[in-house]
Structures are given as structure tokens and as C-alpha cells.
């Protein structure tokens, strides 16, 4: 007898394929764009197969295409971008490791009140901080610097990270933990060869947490660095806002391409393991 054929199973594919379509239509625009001649856009429409493939566009965007008086193209804020999150990724990921677990297997007097206070930011809205921030920078020397701004997302990020980690590890049983100290293990000695090894997942998804957060944050980018030590999304913002010559749709949709590399690489490589590491946690 044959199988019945699922009416509803074919409706919700549908319905899912129509919404899957309409997120990447703006997607679909930009790299059309990217290999497009302004041109070619100017006698048509910004909505259009490519006449020739000017694949030039990104050799013109990533070296010689000027952004604020400054015809070096976009690469160096691009290296800037990655001079600011490498460090700062690292940083915080390894500090919310380090809080989770002084939080959850270390226990002390008024941890949770700690725990409330350093997670506080995750609540806190962004521009409410850009005045202390100011004014921080200022005293430090670091204003307009890569330093600066990695000290800000490795701060801002340490509230993340201690959530994801400290929730983490309160799957980890405690008589692991109490055998290593009955062995003679310390503090130091327990987090780096009994944590650490048991902590992958978590990281896996703090790593990329922090990744792409750090690398498309904009607010802070804009407003404590100027100039070539902006970050590629203050670049991208400039590179639109040119109203001195025609706009050159190619060459910034190729920009919008190389911005969103990194981050595009991140999740197709590593998003598997982001929803992997989410659940690891979940259920003891």
C-alpha cells in the first residue's frame, strides 16, 4: 500500500524555503553587486545579473578605494579589526573560564552577589557606558588606540563569558573536583588539568561568541578611534557616507563582502559546534 503522501510536511518546507529566500535576497544583492560595474548598476538597477564580471572590484576595494581622505583601501582597517578581536577574544574567553569556575566550584560567602554584579552588563544598554568609557581611555593614555579598544571588549565581554562558563560547569560533578584536592591539587592546578580539558564546548562557543560580536560592534569603534585606527565597520560606515563623488556600488559592495568574511568563515566552519557547546551544558 502505498505511503500516504504528508500535505503538512510539504507546507511547512514551503513556508520555511519562502522565509529562507527573502533573508538571503539582501545577501544575494551584495555579491551580485560586488561583481558588478557602477555602470552597468547606474543604467539599470542596484537588482541585476552582472553585463561583464568585474572581478576587480575587490583587488580596487581591499588596496586602493579611498575612505576618508585615505586611498590605502580598506585593508588597513581590516588588520586593525583583527589586531582588536584576536586579543580581546582571547582575553575575555580565558577570564570567563577562569570566573565560572571560581564561581561555581570555589564556592565563598556573597558569590552570587558577585556573579549578579559581573553579569550586570550583560542588562546594562551600550551607550550608558561610552562616558565612563571616556573617561577611562582618557586617564589610561589609550584613547584612539587598538589597546583601548581591546581593553573595552575584553571588560564588556567578561560578562558574557562567565555566564556561558559559570552555567557550564555546573554540570561538572563536585567529586571530581574534591578527589583533586584530596590528591593535593590547588586552585591553579585543578583549573588546568581538570577544567580546562573538560571545557571545549563552552569555549568553542564563547570563542565565537565573542568573535563576531567584537568584530560587527560598531558604537564603541566609532566613537573612541578616528581615522586609519577605526575598526572595518567604522571604515564602512565612512566609505557609504562619501557624498564627494558619484557612489561607487561595486567596489562598497565588495567592501560589505571582505567585512563580513571573517564571521561569514566563523559560523560556516564552527556553527555546528556554537549550537553543540549551547547544549552541552543543558541537561546533567
Known amino acids: 500500500m502505498p505511503e500516504r503522501f504528508n500535505w503538512s510536511r510539504l507546507m511547512i518546507y514551503s513556508v520555511l524555503s519562502v522565509f529562507a529566500m527573502f ?3 539582501p545577501i544575494v544583492v551584495v555579491v551580485l553587486n560586488s561583481v558588478r560595474s557602477t555602470e552597468d548598476i547606474n543604467h539599470s538597477s542596484v537588482i541585476g545579473m552582472p553585463g561583464p564580471w568585474m572581478w576587480g572590484n575587490f583587488s580596487q576595494t581591499w588596496s586602493k578605494f579611498c575612505i576618508a581622505e585615505h586611498c590605502s583601501g580598506i585593508q588597513p582597517y581590516f588588520w586593525n579589526s583583527l589586531r582588536m578581536v584576536i586579543p580581546a577574544t582571547a582575553i575575555s574567553t580565558m577570564l570567563g573560564a577562569l570566573n565560572g569556575y571560581t564561581l561555581t566550584l570555589w564556592r565563598f560567602r556573597g558569590d552570587h552577589v558577585v556573579f ?3 553579569t550586570l552588563g550583560v542588562f546594562l544598554p551600550e551607550q550608558m557606558k561610552l562616558v565612563p568609557w571616556v573617561i577611562v581611555l582618557r586617564d589610561l593614555g589609550l584613547f584612539n588606540t587598538t589597546a583601548g579598544l581591546v581593553l573595552i571588549h575584553v571588560v564588556q565581554g567578561m560578562s558574557f563569558t562567565t555566564l556561558f562558563c ?3 560547569y555546573l554540570s ?3 567529586d571530581l573536583l574534591r578527589a583533586a584536592r584530596i590528591d593535593g591539587a590547588g586552585f591553579y592546578r585543578i583549573f588546568w588539568r581538570i577544567v580546562l580539558p573538560l571545557s571545549p564546548p563552552i569555549l568553542i562557543v564563547t ?4 568573535f563576531t560580536g567584537i568584530w560587527n560592534e560598531f558604537l564603541y569603534g566609532v566613537t573612541f578611534s578616528a581615522g586609519e585606527n577605526q575598526p572595518i565597520t567604522a571604515a564602512l560606515i565612512a566609505l557609504s557616507a562619501q557624498i564627494s563623488q558619484a557612489p561607487q556600488y561595486g567596489e ?3 567592501a560589505v563582502l571582505i567585512a563580513a568574511g571573517p564571521t561569514l568563515l566563523i559560523y560556516l566552519f564552527a556553527g555546528r559546534y556554537f549550537v553543540r557547546g549551547l547544549t552541552s551544558g543543558a541537561v546533567k
Do not use: M
Request: no cysteine; glycine share 6%.
Open 207 to 210: 570563542v565565537i561568541w565573542q
Open 166 to 168: 559559570r552555567n557550564y
Open 252 to 254: 562598497q559592495s565588495a
Open 23 to 25: 533573508f538571503l535576497l
Open 116 to 118: 549578579g554584579i559581573i
Open 172 to 174: 561538572i560533578p563536585a
